[in-house]
């Protein structure tokens, strides 16, 4: 503060977290001061489509990919293939350079449905120059909240924050100040239904392409999970199937174990049950309490949070049956 009471001369792009700690009071009391919401910038790279498809496995698959892709003058920049043999199921991802090809990229899926047809793909196809619309879902805990804005300021991988939405209203501050808008959504049991339709409504007017629950705690009713089937990636602070459900940091210490670790996984009806996109651990011992536990849990589950995401917004994640295929 400069002399009585002004604020100086400021970055107008600066945000300040302020802690305030000891005595009696909570220990992360947060003020937030910008004076203009957080910019982020696009770094200047190459168009890129990503197609992405499975279909029974057969011959001639890639040599039928790969001769489209040249007969128009096409340039394959990354292509990855796996045979998931007990499925049947094959499964490719490509990159191309749209600028390589002698069509408009907007009419690839026009002409490449013929190829997909004869082989039964599904399949789907992403243009970079099209950022991933991301909603971002939140309760009390900002770790993975504050991982993924910062990570969207830097574009550490392409998307975007369109709004993101909280059953409190803890951290509208710091979501308003990076521009992104803020819909506080409260959840009881007894508007537990009119609530989940009003998030669906905000998902179809946002139209996101992805749902991200960042630590989010309120369990998505069936609907919403079917509606939404593949769009929706949690973030299970548990090495999965490993203590699924509530507390699994005291189940953990219940059951003395020496690892604990985080689970990035597609959200379905079954409770912690959806496909498994992304994993890892940290080593704890005997002394570690489950306060401990959850403490040092926090910086794995972003760090997995944040690879899960990348992985599915760059298509790399297809899935395969319950399971998932994933090109590195």
């Not at 910008?34 to 499975?54: D, Q, W």
């Not at 049991?189 to 409504?201: G, S």
């Not at 020496?258 to 597609?266: N, P, R, S, V, Y």
Request: proline share 6%; net charge neutral; hydrophobic share 40%.
């Amino acid at each position: 503060m400069g002399r009585g009471g002004s604020i100086p001369q400021a970055n107008p792009h600066l945000v300040i977290f302020c802690v305030k700690s000891g005595g009696r009071e909570p220990p992360y009391l947060r003020r937030v001061l910008t004076l203009a919401p957080i910019p982020f910038h696009l770094p200047c790279m190459a168009r890129i489509l990503t197609l992405s498809f499975s279909c029974p496995d057969t011959s001639g698959i890639v040599a039928e990919v790969s001769a489209f892709v040249a007969s128009h003058g096409g340039s394959i920049t990354e292509a990855s293939q796996h045979t998931e043999s007990e499925l049947g199921r094959f499964f490719m991802r490509v990159e191309i350079n749209a600028d390589s090809l002698d069509f408009p990229a907007d009419k690839f899926g026009e002409l490449f449905t013929p190829v997909a047809t004869k082989f039964g793909m599904e399949w789907t196809l992403s243009d970079s120059a099209k950022l991933r619309r991301v909603i971002l879902l939140c309760s009390k805990q900002e770790h993975c909240l504050y991982d993924l804005l910062a990570r969207q300021v830097a574009q550490d991988f392409p998307f975007v924050v369109p709004c993101v939405i909280s059953n409190h209203e803890d951290h509208r501050k710091i979501v308003e100040a990076h521009g992104i808008p803020f819909h506080f959504v409260p959840v009881t049991p007894e508007t537990k239904h009119a609530a989940f339709r009003k998030m669906e409504q905000i998902f179809r007017q946002e139209q996101a392409d992805l749902i991200v629950l960042a630590r989010y705690m309120q369990v998505l009713d069936s609907e919403l999970c079917r509606n939404f089937a593949g769009k929706i990636i949690n973030i299970h602070h548990s090495f999965l199937p490993s203590f699924a459900g509530a507390k699994p940091y005291h189940q953990a210490h219940r059951r003395g174990v020496k690892l604990i670790g985080a689970t990035c996984h597609f959200v379905t009806p079954e409770l912690d049950e959806g496909p498994i996109v992304e994993q890892d651990v940290i080593r704890i011992d005997h002394s570690d309490t489950p306060e401990d536990m959850a403490h040092l849990g926090k910086d794995i589950e972003k760090v997995v949070l944040a690879r899960g995401l990348r992985a599915v917004v760059e298509d790399r994640v297809l899935l395969a049956g319950n399971k998932t295929v994933i090109f590195r």
